[in-house]
């Protein structure tokens, strides 16, 4: 056998075992999540204070790099375990910041973190809205810069999350999410960054739980956000992977490589 032929056997060998591997993670994260609930919202532990802090000044940074919070009021989706974005953005000049939740995961173990940035402030909220229908709580034209990271690959309903923020930001309001679309399951995700784009809709509903990644690319975010009524719609890839694979037909391969990407609109 020539070495072509040998490293083709060993590659396709190697993508049934990703294959396998990722119905297997597929299963664990439900399993998980039917018997300890939504675990894991940062890739650093709660109780890793200094770890939160560095990770809450790294999505800050990262925000402001973006959009100009100065007098402004800012949403933040899915601030995860802790406000610590918020107390930055605050600190860096916004106005007031709201940080919306369907899953209760601020709570006295965030305190620690909190008081390492300085404390909760003044003009930082917490709303939990468990079946994320906020725009009736936040009221019309409430916001001016709407913020996100790594949460929007969660969201049961793109298209109704658009349609709401659509209503919450002023006119002239800014958008601006990251988005984390790689497989979110640990050791997989590093050896098989498109592993979940891999299985038809079927099977991969089959291991659904509320907060499952949505498997959306970024041409869904664009016409979900476009025929909510958002102006100049547009994603730009941050991080791309070198191993994508084959993945099923229902998506489109040219993007593939898209692992993280920003999307951007303005109201
Ligand atoms: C991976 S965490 C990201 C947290 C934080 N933004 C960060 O950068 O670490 C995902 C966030 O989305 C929220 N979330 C998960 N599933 C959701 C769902 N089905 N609907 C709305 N929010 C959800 C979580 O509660 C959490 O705040």
């Avoid at 919306?100 to 917490?126: C, I, K, M, Q």
Wanted: aromatic letters at 10%.
């Amino acid at each position: 056998m020539s070495t072509s032929e040998a490293s083709l056997r060993d590659s396709a060998a190697l993508q049934a075992i990703y294959y396998a591997a990722g119905i297997a993670f597929l299963a664990l994260a439900k399993l998980k999540y039917l018997t300890q609930g939504y675990l894991t919202p940062k890739v650093v532990g709660a109780d890793d204070v200094a770890g939160c802090v560095s990770y809450d000044r790294r999505i800050a940074q990262i925000f402001l790099q973006h959009v100009d919070v100065q007098g402004k009021r800012v949403l933040e989706l899915g601030p995860g375990s802790d406000l610590g974005v918020g107390i930055l953005l605050v600190q860096a000049g916004a106005r007031g910041y709201v940080g919306v939740d369907r899953n209760p995961l601020v709570s006295e173990r965030s305190a620690a973190v909190h008081a390492a940035l300085g404390g909760v402030v003044e003009g930082v909220r917490y709303e939990v809205v468990p079946d994320f229908q906020f725009a009736a709580k936040l009221g019309q034209g409430e916001f001016d810069v709407i913020v996100s990271n790594a949460a929007f690959e969660h969201f049961d309903d793109v298209p109704d999350v658009a349609r709401q923020l659509a209503t919450v930001v002023k006119p002239g309001g800014k958008l601006s999410v990251h988005i984390d679309l790689k497989t979110h399951s640990r050791w997989i995700r590093d050896k098989d960054p498109a592993n979940i784009y891999r299985y038809p809709g079927w099977l991969y509903r089959l291991f659904y739980f509320p907060g499952q990644p949505n498997r959306l690319r970024p041409a869904d975010y664009r016409r979900a956000f476009t025929a909510a009524g958002w102006k100049n719609v547009r994603t730009s890839p941050v991080d791309r992977t070198s191993r994508v694979g084959t993945v099923h037909g229902a998506f489109d391969p040219s993007d593939m490589d898209q692992m993280t990407v920003l999307l951007e609109a303005d109201r």
